[in-house]
């Protein structure tokens, strides 16, 4: 049974699959037109890169301290041998990332022992919320460009609208021909139904994957090894992230949220296109509930990490999580918890209901 | 008639569901972001009423807001110089603990008082706000004296003698307006609303919403094929639609927009429709001789003539793709093409880029004059004249397909 909706699937929804292939492509090259086009670009030119990454080489085994001994000499031998630009800037930068990482591993000595503050960007809940800073790992100097270009190319996803483009056309415009009332009737109806729905589910899992992957790939993030132990906040932007892991961690959080939410969004839909049998008024009541919760996070960012149907910045998602004092966590165990237990609602409910 | 007051009856209850929801929405989001935005309300309250009326209230307020910003540098300054006294090469010092509890009193203050980045905040929202108020007079001063000088100087073409003939006009006009309002105004929701207003994109919701199917949806279940044996006929129908789209769209769009004045009207405390629009930070050199009342209703024609172009072109896409589907893709490319015109940086006659993205603010911050045929002309007009046009075409277009699909649905 599954192997003929994967059949019909191929066979009568080309179209379907060619759009949603053209939808993201178009996404991406939009995504990547933009940052090329960025005039007020912080990324490192490529020979920079090279210097910076030379520099990273060096230093991988090197306690902070050690770092800034080793980084001070080569900025002396760079003025007294009068090298490049490139191995400039990328001194400069290198030193820039490392003041910061002396400045988060002072947040977590003053949570900890009541001193230790070596910077003037002093978190205002320092003294509030010494928790959060307590269990902070010291971070390493990295490269934070691909972290950076990822997040940018992911506020391009579009996937609550190729998911309701998926339930429309696999479930919606069926429902309100009555395709399916001649399906009830027949004896395999329990099989075709669980077929459809391991279908619909595997393949929106395959076009999120894509999309994720084509958002990484561009990024680079995949060609940075040092981020699998590097803590996040060493990157611009996250020195008292309510974070506390490594830098693939945030990634993979962010993909498991983002692939939470797809199936919630399909759970939503699916049960709104069964419910309202028309598939304008589907289209109707999902544009409009994606809607409104992406404008909503627009407004109120702070609402972002929960809006799961709606179109939402990864940047907001993840600047806005804060730190939760009885969990000892970040917000982002809440969303991943409450998107878990709603998620795992829908699909008992729905089964019950015989929903499909 | 029959059969339009049929249809006209029909899309009473989606138009009715669509306007009081998305308004609803609407007035809910734009206050709470507002108050988020502002902060603590009280504090500002509290600093805005300390000050006095006029150029002494906007001092003030500048020089508090320089006061604690340079209290806060001293301090900043302190820590900074031991850390240069005392850095071991890269690696940094820690600061002593004093000097840490220091910034942290100085900078956030404490449970019960307000540090000095929050009253530095407050100040400095008081002082933008107050700029606009205090110094709108001088800065339209300078720039007429600017347009006389320029003239005496023998300029001699004839478009800026024009332009400065209208302009002299329109700033005499407003510096009377301004002479009669000398009362402070807080108009904190009157900056946000414009800026709002000018940027949102739930009125093109609406528009998507209540027009993407007009004609998809029939076109796809076949109903289509009647209308043409019917007295009224497929273009008879179709024209009926069209009015009624626009129709629907028009209604939604005047109650969402009054409903959100209404809203930020009752929110503030000062009675700010009747204060000159250049009071409105990044107004005051605006020619306009209105007030925000009627600044508001000029931006309500202008806004409401581009909803009415877009619901125009939104049914001839659901015309031209014919099924539910493609036409709830379709129609979105021109609800969002504003909205991504305006963050792609692309080169386009300013005027011409203001008019593709309906950027009010753009339109009405300044002279706001068009060149044509050596004679300046209000940019609103033209935009006005421009987006009608496009709604007429793209409604006769729409019409002209309909009878071809008469035949051949």
Not at chain 1, 17 to 40: E, H, Q, W, Y
Not at chain 2, 325 to 336: D, F, K, N, R, Y
Request: aromatic letters at 12%; proline letters at 2%; charged letters at 20%.
């Amino acid at each position: 049974m599954l192997e003929l909706q994967v059949k019909q699937l191929f066979k009568y929804h080309i179209v379907l699959i060619a759009v949603i292939i053209a939808i993201i492509a178009l996404s991406r090259v939009v995504g990547i037109t933009l940052m090329k086009n960025d005039r007020f670009s912080q990324y490192m030119s490529p020979d920079t890169a090279v210097e910076f990454d030379k520099l990273l080489d060096s230093t991988s085994d090197m306690t902070l301290e050690e770092c800034a001994e080793y980084i001070e000499r080569k900025q002396t031998e760079a003025i007294m041998n009068g090298e490049d630009k490139a191995v400039t800037e990328a001194i400069t930068r290198y030193n820039t990332e490392l003041q910061r990482c002396f400045a988060v591993r002072g947040y977590r000595n003053y949570s900890r022992y009541g001193k230790g503050i070596v910077s003037l960007n002093i978190p205002s809940d320092l003294k509030a919320a010494p928790e959060k800073y307590r269990s902070y790992a010291v971070p390493r100097v990295v490269n934070s460009d691909a972290f950076s270009r990822y997040i940018f190319l992911s506020s391009f996803s579009i996937m609550p609208i190729i998911v309701m483009l998926i339930t429309a056309v696999l479930s919606a415009d069926g429902l309100e021909k009555g395709v399916f009332k001649q399906t009830n009737i027949s004896a395999e109806a329990k099989a075709f139904y669980r077929a459809k729905e391991i279908m619909t589910v595997v393949f929106i899992c395959i076009i999120y994957i894509a999309d994720q992957l084509s958002v990484m790939l561009l990024s680079g993030v995949f060609e940075r090894p040092e981020y699998r132990t590097s803590s996040v906040q060493g990157i611009v932007g996250f020195g008292t992230s309510a974070f506390r892991g490594t830098i693939s961690q945030v990634i993979m959080w962010v993909f498991i949220r983002g692939l939470l939410s797809m199936l919630l969004c399909y759970n939503i839909f699916e049960l709104i296109a069964k419910a309202l049998s028309s598939l304008k008024k589907y289209i109707i009541v999902c544009t409009s509930l994606t809607a409104l919760l992406s404008v909503s996070a627009a407004y109120m960012p702070a609402l972002s990490p929960y809006m799961f149907c709606g179109i939402t910045k990864i940047s907001d998602v993840l600047y806005d999580l804060d730190y939760v004092k009885s969990l000892d966590a970040s917000e982002g165990l809440i969303v991943i918890i409450s998107m878990c237990s709603l998620l795992g609602g829908l699909f008992v409910w729905r089964r019950e209901n015989n929903i499909t | 008639m029959n059969a339009f007051l049929f249809m006209l009856k029909k899309a009473i209850r989606p138009t009715v569901a669509v306007t009081v929801g998305l308004t609803c929405f609407a007035v809910l989001f734009m206050i709470a972001s507002f108050k988020s935005a502002y902060g603590d309300d009280k504090l500002y309250a509290a600093c805005f009423d300390s000050l006095d009326e006029g150029e002494e209230g906007y001092n003030a307020a500048r020089y508090n807001s320089e006061k604690l910003s340079a209290e806060d540098k001293e301090i900043l300054d302190k820590a900074d110089r031991y850390i240069s006294t005392h850095s071991n090469g890269s690696v940094p010092p820690i600061l002593p603990n004093e000097m840490v509890d220091e910034i942290f009193e100085t900078l956030f203050g404490d449970s019960e008082t307000a540090g000095s980045s929050q009253y530095q905040a407050v100040y400095g929202l008081i002082s933008k706000q107050l700029y606009s108020q205090t110094f709108s007079r001088e800065l339209i001063k300078e720039r007429t004296e600017g347009y006389s000088r320029n003239i005496r100087r023998g300029v001699t073409d004839e478009y800026s003698l024009k332009i400065a003939e209208l302009m002299m006009d329109d700033y005499e006009k407003v510096l009377e307006k301004e002479e009669n309002h000398r009362e402070r105004y807080d108009t904190r929701y009157a900056n946000n609303f414009i800026g709002f207003i000018s940027s949102e994109p739930i009125s093109y919701i609406g528009i998507f919403l209540l027009l993407f199917s007009s004609f998809s949806a029939e076109l796809q279940s076949g109903r289509y094929k009647a209308f043409k044996l019917t007295k009224t006929g497929a273009v008879g129908y179709s024209s009926y639609r069209i009015i009624i789209g626009i129709l629907q769209a028009a209604v939604f769009f005047s109650v969402y927009f009054f409903a959100l004045y209404t809203a930020v009207i009752l929110s503030s405390e000062t009675k700010i429709s009747s204060m000159p629009m250049q009071y409105l930070s990044g107004f005051e050199l605006s020619h306009l001789p209105i007030n925000f009342g009627g600044f508001v209703l000029r931006i309500y024609f202008m806004k409401l003539s581009f909803t009415l172009m877009l619901s125009a072109a939104v049914m001839l896409l659901s015309m031209v793709s014919r099924r539910i589907i493609p036409s709830a893709i379709v129609c979105l490319i021109p609800l969002a093409a504003p909205a991504a015109l305006s963050r792609i940086d692309i080169s386009l006659n300013e005027n011409l880029r203001q008019m593709m993205t309906c950027d009010i603010i753009g339109m009405n911050n300044d002279i706001g004059a068009i060149n044509i045929g050596g004679s300046p002309i209000d940019v609103a007009a033209v935009f006005f004249i421009a987006v009608i046009m496009i709604a007429v075409c793209s409604a006769a277009a729409a019409l002209i397909l309909s009878g071809r699909r008469g035949f051949d649905a």
